[in-house]
């Protein structure tokens, strides 16, 4: 189905496991370890240039990569609240690690699973990264092309794996390594509490193939973890009755039985793996967390998920994070144009129709009121002009002087004894334009004056005189406006 690939990053070495999940069971792919040439931690030039070469699989990129970082940095507390919703747990921990974490909210990723619901109250085991750590730490495993999609840490990891192992509950599960040692208290519902004490094998001589160690730094460290039990039994009011030593060093357990007073054990590594697995894939006790880390994701109920890079907290490199950004932004740009186009089209689209429906009624209302008209192209135009044209005849026909009675006065106000030569009559409702000629300049006066005695006739103006072509007369427009 898919590959997994567990890598325990440490500070003497990097170990790596890698399963693939198949329809018939599990395969094993990898697992190897690369020991740091230099002993001066991940950034080392010489140690990215070493990891490079150690990560070139195959199908790495893009499988399943679960890495786990050195728990001596990560912040880990256990926090009560009042409440066992989980959405209010949630909402809780910032806040509650705000007073004892050594980072502010702003500068941390944190994460949490609870171990405990009684009553009104739930109990839970947070665990808190600085960013700027973290971005340096996934930085140095970009430069060897390694992009975990889960950071978990080692208690999480053996608390998972804590899951094969047949022991009456709560033990504690203790691995040796070259910087420090990590110590997970187990019960139940999983991890419950973790610490890790800054003493190591090179510290205590202790070596994979002696059982001498110095038994000073021995004595100190015993009483390390013998201070870590009971503060443990008595904040927790348990008993602690057993301890698993794993990694490296988890044949060494009964070095320490007699002096923790503990009985001891040796991680089955070969027997978890044959149980989890349904197979028999041979993996070396050096191999136990980055197996651990590995089944995380093949375990049907891992009993703790840590994840310290999850949701919004997702590093790249600045080149990557800008490409990212420019096609993101493309994207959205693209996007709005495409929505504005779309709105813009069936806007107009919407328009048009409206507008062609509204055409085609008012075409319709112009044959039902005028059917022996043309529309011209323009009905609502030519019905304008209709309409007004059957209004003024009307107005002129519902005057209170009828026309043929104002044209008689016309007439008659005209002296009999002046000659005149009517060429044009335009008839408006309120005025009336006359056009004519006549002999004499005197004549249009005579005219004028006697036009203006009729009892209808409410001013009457000279708008135009002049001699006509063949000046032997005089043409005139008259202005006549109606009482």
């Not at 988890?250 to 923790?260: C, G, T, Y």
């Given at each position: 189905m898919g590959a997994i690939f567990g890598i325990d990053i440490g500070r003497y070495s990097v170990k790596m496991v890698g399963l693939k999940t198949t329809i018939r069971g599990i395969e094993h792919i990898v697992s190897k370890e690369f020991v740091f040439p230099e002993n001066t931690g991940l950034l080392s030039d010489t140690n990215i240039e070493g990891l490079k070469e150690f990560f070139s699989i195959e199908?790495?990129?893009?499988?399943?990569?679960?890495?786990?970082?050195?728990?001596?940095?990560?912040?880990?507390?256990?926090?009560?609240?009042?409440?066992?919703?989980?959405?209010?747990?949630?909402?809780?921990?910032?806040p509650e690690l705000e007073e004892v974490s050594p980072y502010s909210l702003e500068e941390a990723v944190?994460?949490?699973?609870?171990?405990?619901?009684?009553?009104?109250k739930a109990s839970a085991i947070t665990f808190a990264l600085s960013t700027d750590a973290i971005k340096q730490w996934l930085d140095a495993l970009l430069r060897v092309g390694l992009d975990p999609n889960i950071i978990d840490i080692s208690h999480c990891a053996y608390s998972n794996l804590s899951t094969y192992i047949k022991l009456v509950e709560p033990f504690v599960i203790i691995d040796i390594g070259h910087a420090h040692t990590s110590v997970s208290f187990i019960n139940g519902n999983g991890l419950f509490i973790a610490r890790d004490i800054k003493m190591s094998a090179p510290m205590m001589e202790l070596t994979t193939d002696k059982d001498t160690m110095n038994e000073k730094v021995k004595s100190a460290f015993i009483n390390e973890l013998k201070l870590s039990l009971s503060m443990v039994e008595k904040r927790f009011n348990t008993n602690i009755s057993s301890a698993v030593f794993a990694g490296r060093f988890?044949?060494?357990?009964?070095?320490?039985?007699?002096?923790?007073e503990l009985q001891t054990f040796s991680l089955p590594l070969n027997d978890i793996v044959r149980a989890a697995t349904d197979e028999n894939i041979p993996v070396g006790q050096e191999y136990t967390l980055a197996f651990a880390l590995t089944l995380r994701n093949?375990?049907?109920?891992?009993?703790?998920?840590?994840?310290?890079?999850?949701?919004?907290?997702?590093?790249?490199?600045?080149i990557e994070q800008i490409k990212g950004r420019l096609i993101a932004t493309l994207g959205i740009a693209c996007l709005l144009l495409f929505m504005f186009i779309i709105n813009m089209a069936y806007g107009y689209i919407s328009l048009n129709h409206k507008k062609h429906t509204l055409d085609n009624k008012m075409l319709q209302v112009f044959k039902n009121a005028f059917s022996d008209e043309p529309s011209m192209g323009d009905p609502l135009g030519t019905m304008r002009y209709l309409v007004s044209k059957e209004k003024k005849k009307a107005e002129n026909l519902s005057g209170s002087v009828p026309v043929i009675e104002i044209l008689r006065e016309i007439s008659t106000g005209i002296p009999k004894e002046v000659k005149v030569d009517v060429t044009e009559l335009s008839i408006d409702p309120e005025?009336?334009?006359?056009?004519?000629?006549?002999?004499?300049?005197?004549?249009?006066?005579?005219?004028?004056?006697?036009?203006?005695n009729s009892s209808s006739i409410k001013d009457v103006k000279v708008i135009d005189t002049s001699k006509s072509a063949d000046q032997k007369s005089f043409e005139f427009q008259l202005s006549i406006t109606l009482k």
């Open positions: 199908g790495i990129s893009s499988s399943d990569v679960i890495a786990g970082i050195p728990s001596d940095i990560v912040s880990v507390h256990t926090i009560s609240v009042p409440f066992t919703e989980d959405k209010l747990i949630s909402q809780a921990i910032g944190m994460d949490y699973n609870t171990i405990g619901k009684e009553g009104t988890s044949d060494k357990a009964p070095l320490f039985e007699k002096q923790l093949i375990m049907r109920k891992p009993r703790n998920l840590i994840n310290l890079r999850k949701g919004s907290f997702q590093f790249q490199r600045a005025q009336i334009t006359l056009r004519g000629r006549t002999p004499t300049l005197d004549g249009v006066d005579k005219i004028v004056a006697g036009i203006k």
